[in-house]
């Protein structure tokens, strides 16, 4: 992520700035599981002028200085997703969501839904590594990783996401259009980069049902693409205000997949769901038995409606709990937001022990690992599902 020191280098602006010079490349590119809410219907609206320029040219002086940007853009993610502060959590020109704040998140719980970049300028190891000035301190590729020096390409599935991705062919059917892509387009595929790519002005797309569900509807937070392509993406249902308000009933909801136990690489990579796309450069990650142990925490697999875990989130053995935005759950179908968890039908996932940019914890950790003690008599965390552990 950009370190304090690296901010020049990134052109991170201050929200003046922005407004003239950033206007909103990405108005959602950052947008890291956060985008528009349905509420907006994921569209982006306002003056064109926020976001675009005809000729980079406006009295004699550049509209956006490192311009002109692809699409008549006027900046690129930094700009509209960024704040000088730790208050702002929306863009106040723009409204995009902001991932990325200079000074530590005041808001919300760690900032929106999924972390705030502001954690990786505190240790390198809060979260992931976007930005081409700030590669990771330690690693070189993502831990799990299934095909380091695989054949897809250099830079295999974004095997580190500072660094640009290279398909062996632009005509790749499957990876032809990630070329170029880096940091923040690396998992939010906003629009295409050459002229094969079929990702177009998905900031100008409506969720129109509620659930965003296909690539009509731009997927959940314009998250698509890795290993299965582009007809794949991930499903949910966008909550309005991307978490800076959370609450049982206030939340955004996660698709889920029951896999079988040992599966491992790229589990239920098309079933829309957040834990498959997580699987894109993740994949050892989800070979969880060997040779009847577990040897990895269970993903999506259901929570057990026996033992410790039939009272997992307050059900006390009734099959119904409530529901905790700090540790959400998977389910099997995207009908509304609810705010019960189902045991025995809804699932444990990624998400529900990461933030999928940051958190102040290490690992991007929704609490600190460190602090679980067994019978030290804490709740919350681990102890949701491991009731009888605390």
């Known amino acids: 992520m950009v370190m304090l020191k690296d901010r020049a280098k990134s052109g991170i602006k201050t929200p003046r700035q922005k407004a003239l010079t950033f206007g909103a490349t990405s108005i ?14 994921a569209r982006v609206t306002g003056p064109c002028a926020n976001c675009h320029t005809m000729h980079n040219s406006q009295g004699g002086l550049p509209v956006a ?24 959590w929306k863009d106040p020109v723009t409204g995009a969501p902001i991932v990325n704040n200079t000074g530590q998140p005041s808001y919300g719980s760690q900032g929106l839904a999924d972390g705030n970049f502001y954690w990786v300028t505190v240790n390198d190891g809060n979260g992931h590594n976007i930005f081409s000035t700030n590669p990771d301190d ?17 830079n295999v599935c974004h095997s580190n996401l500072h660094l640009p991705f290279q398909a062996s062919s632009e005509f790749d059917p499957i990876h032809g259009y990630l070329n170029g892509r880096s940091g923040c387009t690396g998992c939010h595929m906003v629009s295409g980069f050459n002229k094969f790519s079929q990702i177009k002005s998905w900031h100008h797309t409506s969720v129109t049902d509620g659930v965003a569900d296909s690539a009509a509807e731009e997927w959940y ?17 966008e909550n309005g205000d991307w978490q800076y308000t959370s609450s049982a009933n206030d939340h955004n909801e996660y698709l889920g997949k029951q896999v079988a136990s040992g599966t491992g ?6 079933a829309n769901t957040v834990t498959a796309f997580c699987c894109g450069c993740h994949g050892k990650f989800h070979i969880k038995r060997q040779g009847g ?14 033992g410790e875990y039939a009272d997992a989130f307050g ?6 709990g409530t529901y905790d935005p700090i540790v959400p759950v998977a389910r099997p179908a995207l009908v509304a937001v609810s705010d019960t968890v189902t045991i025995g039908t809804d699932m444990v996932m990624c998400l529900s022990c990461h933030r999928a940019h940051a958190s102040p914890f290490p690992d991007m950790l929704r609490w600190d690992y460190a602090t679980i003690q067994a019978s030290g008599g804490g709740n919350g965390g681990c102890f949701q599902c491991h009731t009888r552990k605390n």
């Open 28 to 41: 959602f590119f950052l947008v890291l599981i956060l985008s528009l809410p349905p509420a907006a219907s």
């Open 65 to 88: 200085p490192g311009g002109p940007y692809g699409q008549l853009l006027v900046g690129d993610c930094v700009g509209c997703h960024s704040a000088s502060d730790g208050a702002t």
């Open 138 to 154: 330690v690693l070189t590729s993502a831990p799990g990783e299934a095909y380091v020096g695989g054949g897809c390409g250099t």
């Open 221 to 237: 937070r314009f998250l698509s693409g890795h290993y299965s392509g582009y007809p794949y993406g991930v499903a949910g249902i």
């Open 265 to 270: 690489g790229f589990v239920s990579i098309q």
């Open 293 to 306: 142990a577990w040897i990895r925490h269970p993903v999506d697999r259901r929570i057990p409606a026996s």
């Open 315 to 320: 059900a006390a053995g009734t099959g119904s």
